[in-house]
């Protein structure tokens, strides 16, 4: 069952699960269900493993939910409750829909993680292959001890994480499908529901005064996608729409952003207006009348189609701008002046002295900023480069006594008279002799060496690769000692099963091989070894398990 330290969300009862009753728990990591009358869970999901929930139709007979995981695989949940059999399913979905896209974010960290500790270790990809492609252990048991720095980083990484920026289109991209009924269907994913939040606030804000206690989620985006706030080129729009109000807030910021004007002052948007002829040709340089007397239908259509689209860029940036850079600009445009100080001869304004340097420029281009360094001044350099000289003083040979000395020892050499029958007795010599010659005891080292030389370096480097993948599973058999929980007994268990796969399928294939190309030597001996004294512990631990039951 779930652990001491997790937290259960939700508890859902009379849920089936291939034809067998059992409870839905909805913890802080995971989503697990286990039968009635047993104390384990048979299904359990982490968040960051399922890629999307799916729910059958309205009209359907059985309320289903249906998780699929990023490995392809599905698990589907039959609410059998007749009196709460839909509101727990809509209870149980819009709690996942606040849980998985914050681990979704996670999973794709951990992943980036994973490809880059794969490309940066040669060794480590190889290991990767020789265990998880060739299926000796899982995925989840390869990277178990592996991962441990990024989730202890997640904190600081979510602070200095830049956020992501909304695309301009991702209205657009809502296509709709035809439900076979004379209707519309429209798919909401959490990042397409955070992005029209972030990027129409009353929208957010309609949501939260009616969901869910005057409207269900469902029947709220549904009157979203009918109101005349989402087709806003429509020009008679209804009395009863919820999202009135939004459209006035809508329009009045759009107001105040026209009053506000543009805040780059290098930008000049009178530049972009169709001009027939330039000034000074004859041309009138009134501008056409705008009043609503003088426009026609088609005129106000496009003006409202127009008007929507710059209202929906300017919603976007403003969504994707950090609020330190906006409390900045408005900083700088509060203690700015209008270009016509005293200074001005001198001084650009503040704004747009700091767009002229970000225009002429670069960062990358300019030099780095090294620390000063003070230069060293040396009077004498020989004290600098031997060092300091002692006070005390010494004593030094001369050239003669040198000279004496060399003179001595070669009278002593010629002056030698070697006595070779006292040196050594015969038996040493000849135990000497034979530890000397071709296979005896001194001589087993450079025996060593011409097997090591014989042996390919093709089959060296698979014997490499065992041992790196033998390692690897050993480790983790040797970590589940002392058995002292039903997870680990399980895991040892398992791992006891993966070093014998790992024998079969690795082990004996590259035994053969070498047998194939006549080397009698067996290289594989201390592998043997190893395994042969991970299976003797596995014995002793089983025996003296039964022992406890019996």
């Known amino acids: 069952m779930a652990s001491l330290s997790e937290e259960v969300l939700l508890v859902v009862k009379k849920v089936r699960q ?30 960051a493993d399922i890629r999307c929930q799916k729910i059958s139709p309205d009209g359907k007979a059985k309320i289903q939910l249906q998780l699929v995981l990023h490995t392809g695989e599905s698990t589907t949940f ?3 409750n007749e009196s709460s059999a839909l509101k727990d399913r809509e209870a149980t979905k819009e709690l996942l829909q606040q849980l998985l896209p914050k681990f979704k974010k996670k999973a794709n960290k951990e992943l980036e993680e994973k490809n880059r500790m794969l490309q940066e270790d040669p060794l480590l990809f190889q290991l990767y292959k020789d265990l998880v492609v060739s299926q000796v252990i899982s995925a989840d048991e ?31 991209d809502i296509r709709p ?10 798919n909401l994913t959490a990042d397409i529901i955070e992005s029209i939040f972030r990027t129409y606030p009353a929208v957010k804000q309609k949501y939260g005064e009616n969901v869910p206690h005057n409207l269900t989620e469902k029947e709220f985006w549904t009157r979203f996608f009918q109101s005349h706030y989402f087709h806003r080129d429509r020009i008679n729009t209804g009395t009863q729409d919820i999202f ?10 759009l107001k105040s952003l026209v009053v506000q004007g543009v805040k780059n002052p290098l930008v000049n948007l009178l530049s972009l207006e169709d001009k027939t002829l330039d000034e000074g040709y004859g041309a009138s340089t009134t501008l056409p009348s705008t009043s609503k007397s003088n426009r026609t239908v088609k005129e106000s259509s496009n003006a409202a189609i127009i008007k929507r689209f710059n209202h929906h860029s300017a919603m976007v940036l403003a ?14 445009e509060t203690s700015s002046t209008d270009g016509n100080s005293r200074d001005s001869d001198f001084f650009q304004p503040p704004i747009k002295k700091v767009k002229l340097q970000e225009a002429l420029e670069y960062e990358d281009l300019q030099g780095g900023n090294r620390p000063k360094t003070v230069a060293l001044n040396l009077k004498k350099s020989d004290r600098y480069a031997h060092g300091p000289v002692p006070l005390q003083s010494q004593h030094y040979k001369t050239s003669q006594d040198i000279i004496n000395s060399v003179n001595f020892i070669r009278n002593e050499m010629i002056n030698y008279k070697p006595n070779l029958t006292q040196v050594m007795s015969s038996t040493a010599a000849s135990s000497a002799i034979a530890a000397l010659s071709p296979g005896g005891v001194l001589m087993r080292q450079g025996t060593q060496q011409t097997i090591n030389q014989m042996i390919p370096t093709e089959v060296q480097g698979e014997l490499k690769h065992l041992y790196a993948a033998a390692g690897e599973l050993l480790r983790h058999f040797w970590s589940c000692f002392p058995v002292n929980s039903p997870f680990l007994e399980e895991k040892v268990i398992k791992m006891k099963s993966n070093l014998e796969k790992f024998q079969i399928t690795k082990l004996r294939p590259f035994q053969e091989k070498i047998q194939r190309q006549y080397l009698s030597t067996n290289l594989t001996g201390h592998l043997e070894e190893m395994l042969q004294a991970a299976y003797s512990k596995f014995h002793i631990w089983q025996t003296r398990r039964m022992l406890r039951k019996t």
């Open 142 to 172: 390869f990277w178990a001890n592996r991962l441990g720095d990024i989730n202890n980083t997640d904190s600081t990484l979510n602070n200095s994480k830049q956020e992501v920026g909304i695309s301009g289109a991702f209205l657009a």
């Open 177 to 186: 499908q035809t439900d076979g009924c004379n209707g519309l269907r429209y």
């Open 319 to 332: 969504a994707g701008s950090r609020k330190g850079e906006t409390q900045t600009d408005q900083g700088s």
């Open 244 to 253: 009135s109000e939004c459209a006035k807030q809508d329009e009045k910021g």
């Open 78 to 80: 039959h609410f059998s």
């Open 18 to 47: 291939r034809k067998q009753d059992g409870t839905l728990y909805l913890m802080t990591e995971r989503i697990a269900w286990g039968p009635e009358g047993k104390d384990r869970f048979t299904v359990s999901h982490l968040y």
